[in-house]
């Protein structure tokens, strides 16, 4: 399903609309079950969607209000001295009008209306699309640093081990206590980098759980892994024409020019239509016919816009929106298509790192067996030791961040072709 069909289908239909915006993301961006409901969490709780929503059901109540006649308008006069006519004296008077716009007038109105109504619907798509994106990058911002605490608490078993081959070694004077120490201090570090880790995690996971409307502290199950796939896409993204942030300038141009029909049919005259009546007495200077008789007056009223200045600058006014919409519209699609040019780069460029850091890793574990053996014929140097291990853990810590980067810039991707 393309993002146009999504864009048309009804509020009211809205928990199936979550679940096709939802798996197509998936679909996209090759995520597991394990991230599906938090992203069907935050569509359905998020309060910026929530009023979206509400904007675009105070828009479609628009509709009705425009869609209805003038007031009508009534009116009592009582005649404080009666004046006397032929038939009799005149009493008081009923009055009653309605003004009703030029045919096609109250159409025109409720056409504008619903036009921004449809502006509106197209806002909770852009705001829905990019709240996926949000939580997305915010979940493999989540990833990786549980990742790279898994990789650092791997590092710090691996130094222990190493120190009690140093501690063994030192008592046969194979080692010193400078290597004991630097293998400790190591260890240190490490743990140092740990314990901020776990500082960043809550961070992240209090801003997490604000994009799903969640308790700050709410637990946030991550993934225990994730790798870069084999292949990517050979068809390279393009922004489509239909993409809701450039759908919302197509609607606002489509506004404006409902907007022009309506102060078109402003331009013609109102009619209006109207009763009097008039209660007259009996007559009691002199009898004449139809003596009390009431008068009842049925009129007829026409407003003119003489002064059509105002009109004519209201769709010189018009003109110069849709002038406006159109450049503002192909400047944001420029606007897209370099972000999306950009997303695709990183793309490849994560891609390429994840390679370099598989290859490293396999090298540096290479370097870690070889010391191991030598630690078997008692020639084991613990500053190679050190180095070894360093570069095994930034190669480990760049890997995570490889993976990290190339799931960000799909959703990335994801958010900006589809």
């Known amino acids: ?43 359905e709780n998020n309060p910026k969607i929530q009023a979206f929503e509400l904007r675009y059901e105070t828009a479609r109540e628009r509709i009705e209000e425009v869609g209805v006649l003038p007031e009508t308008q009534f009116s009592v006069g009582y005649f404080a001295s009666e004046p006397e006519t032929r038939t009799g004296p005149q009493q008081y008077k009923l009055s009653v009008q309605q003004m009703i716009p030029w045919f096609g007038t109250i159409t ?11 502006a509106q619907y197209v806002e909770i798509a852009t705001a829905q699309r990019q709240l996926l994106l949000n939580v997305a990058e915010n979940y493999y911002r989540l990833y990786a640093i549980r990742a790279k605490q898994r990789v650092l608490e791997q590092n710090i078993d691996l130094l222990e081990a190493y ?3 140093a501690l063994t070694s030192l008592e046969v004077n194979q080692a010193s206590s ?29 801003a997490f759980n604000t994009l799903l409307n969640a308790e700050r502290g709410a637990t946030v199950k991550v993934y225990d892994s994730l790798a870069v796939p084999q292949e990517d896409p050979v068809q390279l993204p393009e922004v489509p024409q239909v993409h809701p942030e450039l759908l919302r300038f197509d609607k606002l141009y489509e506004s404006v020019g409902e907007a022009e029909k309506m102060n078109r049919k402003e331009a013609l005259p109102d009619l209006g239509f109207g009763l009097d009546y008039v209660a007259v007495g009996e007559a009691t200077a002199m009898q004449a016919p139809d003596s009390g008789k009431d008068i009842l007056m049925p009129m007829v009223s026409i ?25 503002q519209r192909e400047n944001r699609h420029n606007e897209l298509v370099s972000r999306l040019e950009a997303a695709v780069s990183n793309r490849a460029e994560a891609r390429i790192s994840y390679r370099t850091q598989l290859l490293n890793i396999e090298q540096a574990n290479d370097a870690e067996e070889i010391l191991r053996r030598n630690y078997e014929t008692g020639t084991i140097d613990f500053n190679d030791v050190l180095d070894v291990q360093e570069l095994q853990l930034n190669f480990e810590l760049n890997l995570i961040e490889a993976v990290k980067n190339y799931y960000q810039a799909s959703a990335n991707i994801n958010y900006l072709s589809e």
């Open 178 to 206: 400078v290597d004991v120490l630097r293998l400790q201090m190591r260890q240190n570090q490490l743990r140092e980098r740990l314990e901020n880790f776990d500082e960043e995690f809550k961070a992240e996971q209090a």
């Open 1 to 43: 399903m393309k993002s146009k069909d999504i864009l048309i289908i009804k509020l009211n239909r809205r928990s199936g609309m979550l679940a096709v915006i939802v798996s197509l993301f998936f679909f996209l961006t090759g995520t597991a079950q394990q991230l599906q409901p938090y992203l069907t969490q935050a569509l």
């Open 163 to 165: 120190e009690e081959l």
């Open 108 to 118: 025109a109105r409720e056409n504008y209306a619903s036009s921004l109504a449809d």
């Open 303 to 327: 407003t003119v816009p003489i002064f059509g200045n105002k009109y004519k600058s209201v769709t010189r006014q018009n003109e110069l929106k849709q002038r406006e919409l159109n450049a």
